[in-house]
C-alpha cells in the first residue's frame, strides 16, 4: 500500500509571518489540510487550490471533531497516499497533542515529521513587551496548562512546586480559573504584589494587553472582559512591561485591513500599514482561468483592427493565445493601443510598438483582457467595444474558507479599495462564493480611494465608511477612519 507523509506544522501564535519557512513549504505542498481553530485563517490562502480542507475546531465544550477523529482523519489520508498536514496553533508539542497524533502514525508505520512552531507563551509575552527570562528578574520558567483537567473541573498543578521553585510562569487556557490560579499562588509562596500579565490574541493587531498582580489581575481581567485565547503570565519580569512595550503602542495597533488583490502598486501601502502596527491581509481573491478561443476569425489577417489592451497581463494572454491558435504575429495588420502607460511599456518590453488609447467618435475597437476588466471598461465606452475575453475568473474553496473565517472571527474590520479592479473584484468574489455582502458589509466596514472607484461600489449597492482623494498621510487618514467608525 502506498502510504503518504504527514507533517505536523506549528503555525505560530496569530501573526502570519511567524510560520517557519519549513512550516510554510510543507503547507504548500499538501494534498489534506487539517486545521483547527487558533490558526490564523490566512494561512490557508497559501495551500494549493485543490487541496482538501478539514476544520477539527476546538472550543470549550464545543468539539467539531473529536480527538479521536481528528486522528483517525489523519491516518485514513495518509494511507491513501496523501501528503497531509496537521496544521496546529503554536507549537504542536506544546499542549497540541502532536504526541497522540504522531504516536498513532508509529504504530501504523506511516511516515510523519513535525516542524515546531513559535509558540504563545513566549511571542505573544514578548509582544506584550515582556521577555520571559532576564538575568536580573528572572532564570526559570515553566509553562502550564490552565485547563480544566480535574473531575471538580479546576486544572491540576503542584502548586507547591511552581509557587517557590520557577520565577516566571506561563498558563495556557486559564483565563477562565484566573482567581483560582492567583488565590492558589499566594496561598503557596507567592508574594500579592507579584506582577501578572494576561495577554489576548497574542501577536495579532488586536492583542490586548491587561497588567496587574495576583492580587489585582483577576478582577481587572474581569472587567476587561477579557476570554481566550489568551496566556498568563506571572513573576517579576512584568515589570519591564513599561519600559519594553513597542507592538500595541503603534498608531494603528487593533486595526485589520483586507486588500482583495496583489499588486506591487500596494507595497508602499502594505508596508506602511503593517509598520504602523496593522494586521494586513492582502490576497488575490480570484483566480484567472484562460479562456480556450478561436481568434482566428476576429483577428482576420487581412483586416485592420485597433486592440486595446488593458493589463499588462493582458499582454502576455494575449500573446500566448496567438500562439495556440497557429496565428503568425507578424501577419497581425491590427493597431495596438494600451490603455495607460504600464500597459504601453509591457508591450514595448516584447517588441510591440503601441500608441495610448484616446476614445473617438465612431471608434469600435476590440476590448483585450480579462472578464472583470473588460466589464469596467464597457462601462466606459456604453458597452459599444467587441471584446477578446482571455481569462475568466473563479475562486478557490480554500480563499472562501480563509475569507470567511477572517471575517466571521473578526480578524479583518476593514476592506481596502484602492481603485475600481479592486472593488470588482470583491464584489465578484462574494458573487462566486455565495456569502452575503450583506453579512460581510456587518461586519467590517469598506474604505475606497478616488472616485472611479466611488462609482463602482455605489454602482454595486457597495456601503462605504469613507473615501479618500489621495493618501498624504496613510496612517493619520486611515487611522482616524477606523477611530471615528468605532467611537461611533
Excluded at 506549528?10 to 510543507?26: C, E, F, M, S
Excluded at 515553566?142 to 503542584?158: L, N, Q, R, W
Excluded at 467587441?386 to 472571527?409: G, N, P
Amino acid at each position: 500500500m502506498n502510504k503518504g507523509m504527514v507533517y505536523f506544522v506549528g503555525a505560530g501564535p496569530g501573526d502570519v509571518d511567524l510560520i517557519t519557512v519549513k512550516g510554510k513549504r510543507a503547507l504548500q505542498q499538501a494534498d489534506v489540510v487539517i486545521f483547527d481553530r487558533l490558526i490564523n485563517p490566512f494561512l490557508l490562502t497559501d495551500i494549493r487550490n485543490d487541496a482538501k480542507l478539514i476544520y477539527c475546531g476546538k472550543q470549550p465544550c464545543k468539539h467539531t471533531l473529536r480527538q479521536e477523529d481528528i486522528q483517525r482523519e489523519i491516518l485514513i489520508h495518509a494511507k491513501k497516499g496523501k501528503t497531509v498536514v496537521r496544521l496546529k496553533g503554536g507549537d504542536p508539542a506544546v499542549f497540541g497533542r502532536v504526541g497522540e497524533e504522531a504516536e498513532l502514525l508509529a504504530e501504523h508505520r506511516v511516515a510523519y515529521e513535525i516542524i515546531p512552531g513559535i509558540t504563545a507563551g513566549i511571542a505573544a509575552t514578548m509582544y506584550a513587551g515582556v521577555p520571559i527570562t532576564h538575568r536580573n528578574h528572572s532564570k526559570s520558567f515553566a509553562v502550564v496548562t490552565g485547563h480544566a483537567s480535574k473531575e471538580d473541573g479546576t486544572p491540576k498543578i503542584d502548586w507547591p512546586s511552581i509557587s517557590k521553585g520557577v520565577e516566571t510562569i506561563v498558563f495556557y487556557m486559564g483565563v477562565k480559573h484566573l482567581k483560582m490560579i492567583s488565590t492558589e499562588l499566594v496561598k503557596h509562596g507567592k508574594a500579592k504584589d507579584t506582577g501578572a500579565l494576561v495577554v489576548q490574541w497574542g501577536t495579532y493587531s488586536r492583542q490586548r494587553t491587561i497588567e496587574g498582580t495576583l492580587a489585582t489581575i483577576a478582577n481587572k481581567v474581569e472587567q476587561a472582559k477579557i476570554t481566550n485565547p489568551a496566556i498568563i503570565v506571572v513573576g517579576d519580569v512584568v515589570k519591564l512591561r513599561n519600559k519594553l512595550a513597542w507592538f500595541d503602542q503603534k498608531p494603528l495597533s487593533g486595526k485589520s485591513f483586507l486588500i482583495p488583490r496583489k499588486m506591487e502598486t500596494n507595497e508602499k501601502t502594505v508596508s506602511t500599514l503593517k509598520e504602523n502596527g496593522a494586521d494586513v491581509f492582502e490576497h488575490d481573491l480570484l483566480i484567472n482561468r484562460e479562456e480556450k478561443q478561436n481568434i482566428k476569425n476576429l483577428l482576420n489577417l487581412s483586416s485592420k483592427r485597433e486592440l486595446v489592451f488593458l493589463s499588462e497581463k493582458s499582454v502576455y494572454a494575449f500573446l500566448l493565445t496567438v500562439g495556440t491558435n497557429g496565428l503568425d504575429l507578424r501577419q497581425i495588420q491590427s493597431t495596438f493601443l494600451a490603455i495607460n502607460e504600464k500597459v504601453q511599456r509591457t508591450l514595448q518590453s516584447v517588441g510591440l510598438q503601441a500608441n495610448l488609447f484616446v476614445k473617438r467618435v465612431g471608434m469600435s475597437p476590440v476590448l483585450v483582457g480579462g472578464e472583470l476588466e473588460i466589464n469596467y471598461y464597457q462601462d466606459q465606452l456604453n458597452n459599444k467595444a467587441e471584446e477578446l475575453v482571455l481569462t475568466k475568473q473563479i475562486v478557490a474553496q480554500k480563499d472562501v474558507e480563509s475569507f470567511t473565517r477572517l471575517i466571521e472571527e473578526q480578524h479583518v474590520n476593514t476592506i481596502f479599495v484602492s481603485n475600481p479592479m479592486d472593488a470588482l473584484t470583491l464584489i465578484r468574489f462574494i458573487e462566486l462564493s455565495g456569502i452575503s455582502m450583506k453579512d460581510v458589509l456587518d461586519k467590517v466596514k469598506v474604505i475606497c480611494q478616488g472616485k472611479e472607484t466611488m462609482h463602482v461600489l455605489n454602482k454595486h449597492n457597495v456601503p462605504f465608511e469613507w473615501a479618500i482623494e489621495d493618501l498624504p498621510d496613510l496612517v493619520s487618514t486611515l487611522g482616524e477612519v477606523v477611530l471615528q467608525k468605532e467611537s461611533s
